[in-house]
């Protein structure tokens, strides 16, 4: 996706440690324009007629699959990340581990909120490792419910999350696929 | 704002420990249609043209900031809850206690993000005894900026958390402010 591309290029900070900075405008400020150009180009890979769900993490997938859920006209769930008074029981789980914070997470949806059959496109801001990824469709599968793709706004190939999904057959489209990273060198890979 | 109190009145359960949970339609399974209708219905008791930024604080108030963001054309910034790799140097801070999760949690927010003079409108899904919100104020504070005001869907009045924000001069609107809640009987109070 192009504009996604060109914000990457012009806003994105690299940082060590691989990591990709677009914090000014996907994930601590948001650009709510841009994420509804991205709800747009996620709705040409997917037939979200098909879709009854959309499934995110929290946080920073919350705003992307927020404006996702209200351009589509479905509702959407998020994962959350800590077992708070306001869930009790009947919860799926998944175990990740987080590379942004360096420790064991527990992902965790009601099971009211995904029913067997129940057809969910998953969607997140963000897939480097895939971890968050892989504990959302384990809860998709824990819920009996059915995956129809996962859509993300930006990925870095180079870490190979996102092939490890698709090689287990997972319809998975990224809008900017980062190939290599360095302070002023950004390369993504060329689109299918 | 009567159709998010029908919504409450409907689907809002009264657990104990005076917990109201919504979480089919506005913080976990979220309706982002209804979030729509309360960013329309924000806009009436806050000038929008007046206001540089929406601001919240994760992970609740996000799916709703971001759609407000997106109706009224201005960008977005939510705090966040942990240090993570993915900051570094140069943030705002402000330390809440966290009564969901029963512990102390830094509010952080990135000085890029918040400029001296800049006009925030504050937005948040629930407020019970006002800390995250007391945070977020502080945190314009921090950043010279100006707190145009607070608009908050749901309010739990009889925490008096919405009264200490308005008796220090703020700006609030809360769309239902529940006054008494017991299972099986929410009583809001009368509007303004």
């Known amino acids: 996706m192009q504009e996604l591309k060109e914000r990457i290029l012009k806003e994105g900070r690299v940082l060590p440690g691989d990591i990709i900075k677009v914090d000014g405008f996907l994930n601590h400020r948001v650009d709510c324009e841009l994420m509804s150009h991205i709800a747009d180009e996620f709705a040409k890979y997917f037939n979200i007629d098909d879709v009854d ?9 919350i705003a992307l699959t927020a404006i996702c859920a209200l351009r589509y006209g479905k509702p959407m769930v998020y994962a959350k990340k800590a077992k708070s008074d306001n869930i009790e029981g009947g919860l799926f789980k998944s175990e990740i581990i987080s590379y942004t914070y360096k420790k064991k997470v ?6 009211d909120w ?14 480097a490792r895939g971890e968050a990824l892989r504990g959302l469709c384990e809860i998709v599968e ?13 990925e870095k190939g180079f870490q ?6 698709r090689e287990r057959g ?23």
Do not use: W
């Open 106 to 111: 527990t992902l965790l949806v009601a099971k």
């Open 53 to 61: 769900i959309l499934l995110t993490a929290e946080a920073s997938g």
């Open 142 to 154: 824990q819920a009996g419910a059915q995956l129809v793709g996962i859509g993300c706004a930006i």
């Open 160 to 165: 190979g999350g996102g092939d490890r999904l």
């Open 114 to 127: 995904i029913k067997p059959g129940m057809r969910v496109l998953v969607i997140d801001d963000f897939l």
């Open 170 to 192: 997972v319809n998975l489209h990224s809008l900017a696929i980062i190939e290599k990273a360095e302070p002023g060198n950004i390369v993504f890979r060329e689109d299918d």
